[in-house]
């Protein structure tokens, strides 16, 4: 099973707003509804940003979403600010030989 | 609070063995599914592994560790473990256990594994 597929930088400046992309196949991404987004600052633990491609845990400011459109999901990150400055990763339930993939990963800069 | 702990990691020699202990607070490990995640130092993140939660506590591994890594739990002690033997140099990672497909954010702080001779 690969990984899923993600840009490896993307950058924007305090107030923009920034969309990550997630781009997997049928057997994951587009085949379910299990699409999560992790947020990491270095030397830290992920942290869940969106669980089931839209829904935002408590806590979560309502500036991220997220959003599917066939075998691509999106993370959508608004009113950007420095503290969003961090990698971040997609994953999926996949149907393949392994139930889980992650995201080759995206480092986020706040200009 | 939700809380999972990891413990248990080190250096250890190529060929060698290490336990993973992934001990859960605030909710009850038998709930959830317990996954693996892993992390070689400035690479992304890695699925490892799974046991599921009951019926079957069903298992599930990655084709790089399969055969060589173990997944076990104690429901009585709200705990999960990673039993990694034949450990390679490649190997070498922060282990996490977490709920991947959870709602909630539950992550560990990790364990460091070092394999190196």
């Known amino acids: 099973q690969s990984a899923l597929t993600q840009p490896a930088s993307v950058s924007g400046s305090p107030g923009q707003s920034i969309t990550i992309s997630c781009t997997g196949s049928?057997?994951?991404?587009?085949?379910?509804?299990?699409v999560s987004w992790f947020q990491q600052y270095p030397g830290k633990a992920p942290k869940l940003m969106i669980y089931?491609?839209?829904n935002r845990p408590s806590g979560v400011p309502d500036r991220f979403s997220g959003s599917k459109s066939g075998t691509t999901a999106s993370l959508t990150i608004s009113g950007l600010q420095a503290e969003d400055e961090a990698d971040y990763y997609c994953?999926?339930?996949?149907?393949?030989?392994?139930?889980?993939?992650f995201g080759t990963g995206t480092k986020l800069t706040v200009l | 609070e939700v809380q999972l702990v990891e413990s248990g990691g080190g250096l250890v020699q190529p060929g060698g063995s290490l336990r993973l202990s992934c001990a859960a607070s605030?909710?009850?490990?038998?709930?959830?599914?317990i996954d693996w995640v892993r992390q070689a130092p400035g690479k992304g993140l890695e699925w490892v592994g799974r046991?599921?939660?009951?019926?079957?506590?069903?298992?599930d591994y990655a084709a790089s560790v399969k055969g060589r890594f173990t997944i076990s739990r104690d429901d009585s002690k709200n705990s999960v473990f990673l039993q990694m033997n034949n450990l390679k140099t490649e190997d070498t990672a922060v282990y996490f256990c977490?709920?991947?497909?959870?709602?909630?954010?539950?992550w560990g702080q990790g364990a460091l594994v070092a394999v190196s001779s």
């Open positions: 977490t709920d991947v497909l959870a709602q909630v954010d539950y």
């Open positions: 605030g909710f009850s490990v038998s709930d959830h599914y």
């Open positions: 046991s599921k939660n009951k019926p079957g506590h069903s298992i």
């Open positions: 049928t057997s994951d991404v587009g085949g379910y509804n299990f």
């Open positions: 089931e491609v839209t």
């Open positions: 994953g999926s339930y996949t149907s393949s030989s392994t139930p889980y993939v």
